[in-house]
C-alpha cells in the first residue's frame, strides 16, 4: 500500500506502473493533485481500491488498465471526460459511478471489463467513443438523449448484450458498433439516424428491426450473419 503526500501535485506517466503486489493507494483529499499520468497505474494487477479526490481534474489513458482485482470506482464531479482505456482490461469492476460533469467516455474506456453489467451514462455525455465498451460484459445499457453519435466498435463483441435504448439525438451508429452482439434479438432505430455503418449489426441475434425512413446509407455488411 502507499499513501501520497499533500506536497504531490502531478503523478507522472507509468509512476506505479507494474506493481503487482499493490492493493491500495491513499490519495487524500487535501492534496493538490491535478494530473494522473498515462499508464500511472496500469497492470497494477492487485490494487482493489483507490480514491480519485475532488481535485483530480485529469486522468491519463491506460491510468487503470488492466488493475484486474478493481471492483468499483467513484469519478469525482471535477472530471469532465474519460480518457482513452483509462480501465480497459479492470475484469473485476462491477461498478463504476460517472459524475454528470463528464461529457466524454473516450476511446476503449471501459473495454474488456467483463465484470461490468450494467452502468448509468449521464446526461452530460454526448460523445461515446470507439470502442467504449468494446468486450464488456454489459447485458443492458441506456444511451441519453445528450449523445448524438455511436462510435465505431463502440460495443463490439458485447455477446450478453440483451437491450439498448437509442434516443432520437442519435444521427450516426459507427461502423461495427454493435458486431457480434450475439444476444441483441431486437432493436429499434430512431428516426433521427441518417446512416447505420459497415457491419454495424453484423453477426447479432436480430430476429426483427425497423429501418426508418430517414436512413440514407446502410453500410456494408451492415446485417451480414
Not at 461498478?95 to 446526461?123: D, H, M, Q, W
Not at 437491450?163 to 433521427?192: H, M, R, W
Request: glycine share 8%.
Amino acid at each position: 500500500s502507499i499513501n501520497i503526500p499533500e506536497s504531490v501535485t502531478v503523478i507522472g506517466k507509468s509512476a506505479f506502473s507494474g506493481c503487482e503486489a499493490l492493493t491500495s493507494i491513499n490519495i487524500p483529499e487535501s492534496v493538490t493533485v491535478t494530473k494522473i499520468g498515462k499508464g500511472a497505474f496500469e497492470q497494477c494487477k492487485a490494487l482493489t481500491s483507490i480514491n480519485i479526490p475532488e481535485s483530480e481534474t485529469w486522468i491519463g489513458e491506460d491510468a487503470f488498465s488492466w488493475c484486474e482485482a478493481l471492483t468499483s470506482i467513484t469519478i469525482p464531479e471535477s472530471m469532465t471526460e474519460i480518457g482513452n482505456r483509462t480501465f480497459a482490461g479492470c475484469t473485476a469492476l462491477t461498478s463504476i459511478t460517472i459524475p454528470k460533469s463528464v461529457t466524454k467516455i473516450g476511446y476503449g474506456a471501459f473495454s474488456e471489463c467483463r465484470s461490468l453489467k450494467s452502468i448509468n451514462i449521464p446526461n452530460s455525455v454526448t460523445e461515446i467513443g470507439a470502442h467504449a465498451f468494446s468486450g464488456s460484459g454489459l447485458t443492458s445499457i441506456n444511451i441519453p438523449e445528450s449523445v448524438t453519435e455511436i462510435g465505431h466498435g463502440a460495443f463490439i463483441v458485447c455477446t450478453v448484450l440483451k437491450s439498448i435504448n437509442i434516443p432520437e439525438s442519435v444521427t450516426e451508429i459507427g461502423d461495427g458498433a454493435f458486431y457480434q452482439c450475439k444476444a441483441l434479438t431486437n432493436i429499434n432505430i430512431p428516426e433521427s439516424v441518417t446512416e447505420i455503418g459497415n457491419k454495424a449489426f453484423s453477426r447479432c441475434g436480430l430476429t426483427s428491426i425497423n429501418i426508418p425512413e430517414s436512413v440514407t446509407v446502410i453500410g456494408k455488411s451492415a446485417f451480414s450473419g
